[in-house]
């Protein structure tokens, strides 16, 4: 596997996946990077903290980070490429343009300027790359779903590609962000899991979803729950702070990731 | 030249050069096509009147259309593909993302939402036709150097060329909205190209140009006076309001186009 720092050093050819990642790599990011090498001829790996998405400073300088090991897990998958930009490279000194994918709801209310920063970095990427296929993972639907409009309203030729959201045995979703989680946090986390998962079950006997996983939060205060709607899809979303960590999770109600 | 319009329908392969223009062709135009066909195998040019660049809706409305007369100057210089979609083509139901440039001054403070538009619907354009090279007019500098800055920050492989303006007889720049000028308003407009030369010859003699193109105006109140630099290019611009028609203009001052 290559470690490229720079845009001018990237030489691909043939059919490209990428699987755009911030690092702290898991299971989640090794379920995309197969996914990425079955269907293309060559695999790149993004690792960039991409400061333009996180909207609470604490938030971005504790996110865990250890390139070393990420390196060892790509490989050992089968990325071909890893991209491991700096900041500088990917905001150069007089950086002033924004892609602003407009109204998003839950997490884009949540958090202001979240899917500006997403939707931004992950254009440079596409167009860094030029991948036929990007990939993503179901925890981060709303971003897929954002990114899917990006890609429609700009013309771009990417086809963003969904995976099932791959989760610990106690039902908790990976993320990078959990190794933050004490152990009593992590206990407290399965609440999210567990909230959604009865709001599946009310939707499934006919019920309101939303109102469902509110009432298992056990008056946990989450930062949101949210249906929402994109491709076909109906997505049970929810929001939860756990000590200084949030977390996101959410579940398919209806049709098929693709 | 065949006329393209619908983005499917659009195949094409060598390398492009794209003219984007609003139709209402003239000279200024006729020089971007030529200098599309010299340096590039194929040229595009599109003709698309962008709703979302007018931040005047009479401006909009009495915008001059005409495609027939338009195909036939783009096809007798050389243009190999119009591309003139529809509102709904470019703009389908549900589009909601922008490329926001940012702060840019002049045309960008006297237009709200002008250069948010130029800069969507460009990168659209690039990322439709994917061109080698965009041709610009420097009438239009500050719109150059706006998507030079956007092309840099996305990372966009085009080339903004920026041709000299081509100005009438009696020196006003080539505009489609000429045409909308009365016979009493084509004289006052002169004001504008005057007061840029007064301020162009200033600078020569180590004067203050914006002062002595505000001097030079007699009262006629201009949109604004600004300096502008980009790409080691130093451009003294202006706008004019002359009865129901805002004209734009600027001068070279130091560097060479490009």
Chains 1, 2 share one sequence.
């Not at 993004?46 to 980070?65: G, I, K, T």
């Not at 991209?83 to 994918?101: C, I, L, N, R």
Request: charged share 25%.
């Amino acid at each position: 596997m290559k470690i490229v720092r720079t845009i001018a050093e990237l030489e691909l050819s043939g059919e490209v996946g990428l699987v755009p990642t911030m690092g702290a790599l898991h299971d989640g990011h090794r379920s995309l990077f197969r996914a990425a090498g079955a269907e293309n001829e060559v695999v790149v790996a993004s690792l960039f903290v991409n400061p333009a998405q996180f909207d609470v400073a604490a938030d971005l300088s504790s996110y865990p980070r250890g390139e070393e090991r990420d390196a060892e897990i790509a490989a050992a998958e089968g990325v071909d490429v890893l991209f491991a930009p700096s900041a500088d490279e990917m905001y150069p000194a007089g950086f002033s343009t924004w892609v602003d994918p407009g109204e998003t709801g839950a997490e884009g209310t949540s958090r202001p300027g979240h899917f500006r920063g997403v939707a931004t970095v992950c254009v440079k990427l596409f167009d860094i790359v030029q991948p036929r296929r990007a990939y993503f993972g179901q925890k981060d639907a709303q971003q897929a779903a954002v990114l899917r409009r990006v890609v429609r309203d700009l013309n771009l030729d990417v086809r963003i590609r969904l995976l099932p959201t791959v989760r610990d045995g106690d039902g908790l979703a990976l993320s990078s962000r959990n190794v933050q989680l004490s152990k009593e946090e992590r206990v407290e986390a399965l609440a999210l899991p567990r909230a959604l998962a009865r709001g599946a079950e009310a939707y499934t006997r006919g019920g309101d979803p939303v109102a469902a996983t509110r009432s298992s939060f056990n008056g946990i205060p989450a930062d949101y729950v949210e249906l929402f709607e994109f491709d076909g899809l109906t997505i049970l979303a929810s929001a939860l702070r756990v000590g200084n960590t949030r977390l996101i999770d959410n579940v398919l109600l209806k049709g098929e990731l693709s």
